[in-house]
């Protein structure tokens, strides 16, 4: 049978449209459904449609940020590498220029939360490096990438609400930029810490932790002394241990008051007494037995970790309040060795030894938690070794030898 021009067009029209109907491109898109979901859950919260339009037209996931998500870093990091890279002379120098600077505002968030000055610009610093750089991603899309993902989505998802509702009550842009998850400004708030410890110290009717010194350094306050800060006392100290020091008594868990330290022989780094004050303190090596300074820390070392869960990071922060407060550079000499970083391998072959042993990491993950050093410290002690909970590269050897021979 002969097929006309005019047959032939239309049989193709009739094929291409099958062929559209049938491509996965115009088949629904499970990210755009899940938004629709999303937004309707929103409008239930209270959120308007004026809030998500703004917010939410013409988002689509980010790949990138998934890659950040689930890339670990494939070496830990030693103690000396991340004080190094943290703690440097200019950062020092610039931190006591800025505290001067800002000195009559800094004093007033003191007198109004009791967070001293020192430790507002050393969080400063940490976070933003004093406001130069708060995130170059787009706040939204970030979120809603990773709250769509099914890594960690219901804590991104209630981010993503709690940043509408800041969008809505005129605190942030629907267009403003953080960090790849999400965290804001210049003290680096993630939208939950920005919507229910942000300040509006400047009175300007918002509050805005991009521009305004006054909103940032109340806010980073509000969110301390909330968290537990105690105005009477500091984070801790550097402390010299004696030698016949038992490592098993140290660790955050551990908590004893002064004067039982004292009695224990634990003294300042320049050899003085502990002060005599009846508080608790708890002594880390966060580089291990022999390989970086012991510390006494205090209550406000644990509301540091309530911003960022990382010993190392708490240990920045106070240090860096120090050295902007006139103090000097850590008294514990650096090790003569090259310090060996451990991969996130090792981490998980250590892991799975301690677990092969009978000992509880809470889970094979190459990650070092308080379950890790916990299980470490107690196969420290069975056998009869510094019990500091660090994993170090002669800790892995051990645990091999043993397994190996049992």
């Known amino acids: 049978m002969r097929i006309g021009l005019k047959g032939l067009r239309c049989l193709v029209a009739v094929l291409l449209g099958i062929a559209a109907a049938s491509s996965p491109a115009t088949a629904a898109d499970p990210f755009q459904t899940w938004l629709s979901e999303l937004r309707r859950e929103a409008v239930g919260r209270g959120i308007s449609a004026a809030t998500l339009d703004a917010a939410l037209t013409g988002v689509q996931p980010n790949p990138r940020i998934i890659e950040l998500d689930r890339r670990q870093p494939e070496f830990t990091q030693t103690f000396w590498t991340y004080l190094d890279q943290r703690i440097s002379t200019q950062r020092i120098a610039r931190g006591r220029a800025l505290l001067e600077e800002h000195r009559a505002l800094l004093d007033a968030v003191h007198r109004r939360y009791g967070v001293p000055p020192r430790f507002l610009v050393a969080f400063w610093g940490l976070e933003s490096n004093f406001g130069d750089f708060t995130g170059d991603y787009r706040l939204f899309p970030a979120l809603a990438t990773l709250a769509h993902d099914g890594r960690r989505g219901d804590f991104f998802r209630e981010q993503l609400f709690a940043a509408l509702e800041l969008v809505q009550r005129g605190d942030i842009s629907a267009r403003a930029t953080a960090s790849w998850a999400g965290a804001m400004g210049q ?220």
Request: zero cysteines; hydrophobic letters at 40%.
């Open 187 to 406: 003290p680096q708030f993630i939208p939950t810490t920005y919507r229910d410890f942000a300040v509006d110290f400047d009175g300007s009717g918002h509050r805005d932790l991009w521009g305004s010194l006054p909103d940032v350094f109340a806010s980073a306050a509000n969110y301390l002394i909330k968290a537990g800060w105690e105005p009477a006392y500091t984070w801790g100290r550097e402390v010299r241990i004696p030698s016949t020091f038992d490592y098993s008594a140290s660790g955050l868990d551990n908590r004893l008051s002064l004067p039982v330290w004292q009695r224990m022989g634990v003294r300042q780094a320049d050899g003085s007494d502990l002060p005599a004050v009846d508080i608790a303190g708890s002594v880390i090596f966060p580089g291990g037995a022999g390989r970086g300074p012991a510390f006494i820390v205090y209550g406000n070392f644990h509301t540091i970790m309530a911003w960022n869960r990382s010993v190392l990071y708490a240990i920045s922060v106070g240090h860096l309040a120090d050295r902007l407060g006139g103090e000097g550079a850590l008294r514990t000499p650096r090790p003569a060795h090259t310090e060996v970083p451990l991969s996130r391998h090792d981490v998980m072959e250590i892991q799975r030894h301690l677990v092969d042993l009978g000992f509880d990491t809470g889970g094979v993950d190459g990650l070092v938690g308080r379950n890790t050093r916990s299980a470490i410290r107690s196969f420290q002690q069975q056998a009869s070794l510094p019990a500091d909970g660090h994993p170090t590269a002669e800790l892995l050897a051990r645990l091999r030898t043993v397994t190996r021979t049992r």
